[in-house]
């Protein structure tokens, strides 16, 4: 609870701030994300594998100097993972050959409100170099998954529920800005992101047992990203 209430405070302060400031731009950047670690892994013996597959991500973002060389950013994230359990399949298939197996899951889905701060290096008249970082709320929604297997005698299923989760995002690297005249400029982005975040009642069922537990999902992603501008 401590947490979240930091997260609110700071949000509120830093919103307080960036609405005093007159030099300011928005902003939209489209790119990939590429999950990483355990989140990418579909090892079955890996209790925290995400299966997750590469994706994509979409910011929504804005603007304002609070100095020469230092900017306040504001950031809405959408961040979309398709998942794979084929390895997983293929694992369960050498312990039961005579089996026939389908498999279906959906994809992950993130959404984080970073508030952050990124500091200007200038590399000539026209472009310039920005590390960044930021700090929010993120909500995680993980895949429904299902295999079933069926053979002659037996019908086995392995059902794992989505469910929704609240915890802290956070993002890191560098941005390169190219101007575009007096109002627009470019700028490719190299980041890391992730969170930290559980995800409560996640239901899984294997056959007649059932389980109920919490979820606690290791996000960590390497995202690309071309991002366009609108300076006032």
């Known amino acids: ?20 400031e007159s030099n300011y731009y928005l902003g939209i950047s489209y790119g990939k994300s590429f999950p ?12 925290n594998a995400g299966f997750a597959e590469s994706g994509y991500k979409l910011d929504l973002y804005a603007g304002s100097a609070l100095s020469e060389k230092l900017n306040l950013t504001l950031t809405f994230r959408y961040q979309n993972f398709d998942t794979d359990v084929t390895t997983l399949v293929k694992e369960l298939e050498t312990t039961n050959k005579a089996a026939n197996f389908v498999s279906s899951s959906d994809v992950w889905k993130t959404y984080s409100f970073l508030t952050g701060i990124e500091y200007k ?14 700090l929010g709320p993120m909500l995680v929604s993980n895949p429904q998954m299902s295999i079933t297997a069926t053979n002659e005698n037996t019908n086995t299923e392995v059902n794992r529920s989505s469910e929704t989760g609240l915890g802290l995002g956070y993002e890191f690297g560098i941005g390169l800005k190219r101007d575009l005249g007096n109002y627009f400029c470019l700028m490719p982005t190299f980041t890391f992101s992730g969170g930290f ?3 409560s009642d996640v239901d899984t069922t294997i056959d007649n047992g059932h389980i109920t537990s919490n979820y606690k999902p290791k996000i960590i992603t390497f995202n690309l990203g071309l991002s366009l501008a609108y300076k006032f």
């Open 1 to 20: 609870m401590k947490k979240y209430i930091f997260i609110i405070v700071f949000h509120i302060t830093t919103t307080a701030v960036f609405a005093q």
């Open 121 to 134: 290096i200038n590399l000539g008249r026209k472009f310039s170099l920005y590390p960044r970082i930021g």
């Open 36 to 47: 990483l670690v355990d989140f990418k892994d579909d090892a079955s013996n890996n209790s």
């Open 197 to 199: 975040v559980t995800i």
